[in-house]
């Protein structure tokens, strides 16, 4: 069974940090793309940062130049270091995982709250 589990969310005022963790029950691979996504209340989820196969990363423009995702292969463990905060990025963070080896699937953890005072 695969389960993923966000931690690291908070409270925070606006010029602030937080780093998210994510960490997986299974070994993930280089081949493996994971993913950060966000939910503010009475929105739809939104993508945040991605890593894909190879280390290649990708972000949302609304985050670029502030946010920072990682992922630690030998720790199955997953990272959204979040700089330069404003309010706009409150939100419930989502952890996703698309699994292409043994555990082929795609996989979302229960999220975590961040919020951001002006």
């Known amino acids: 069974q695969v389960q993923l589990v966000e931690s690291g969310g908070g409270l925070v005022q606006a010029g602030g940090s937080l780093r998210l963790s994510c960490a997986v029950s299974v070994s993930i691979f280089s081949g493996d793309t994971m993913a950060w996504y966000r939910q503010a209340p009475g929105k739809q989820r939104e993508f945040v940062a991605t890593v894909t196969s190879g280390g290649i990363t990708d972000y949302a423009d609304s985050v670029k130049g502030r946010f920072t995702i990682s992922r630690d292969i030998a720790k199955n463990t997953l990272y959204l270091q979040m700089n330069s905060l404003k309010p706009d990025d409150t939100a419930v963070y989502f952890c996703?995982?698309?699994?292409?080896?043994?555990?082929?699937?795609?996989?979302w953890g229960q999220g975590t709250q961040v919020t951001v005072s002006s």
């Open positions: 996703n995982a698309r699994i292409v080896t043994i555990f082929k699937g795609n996989y």
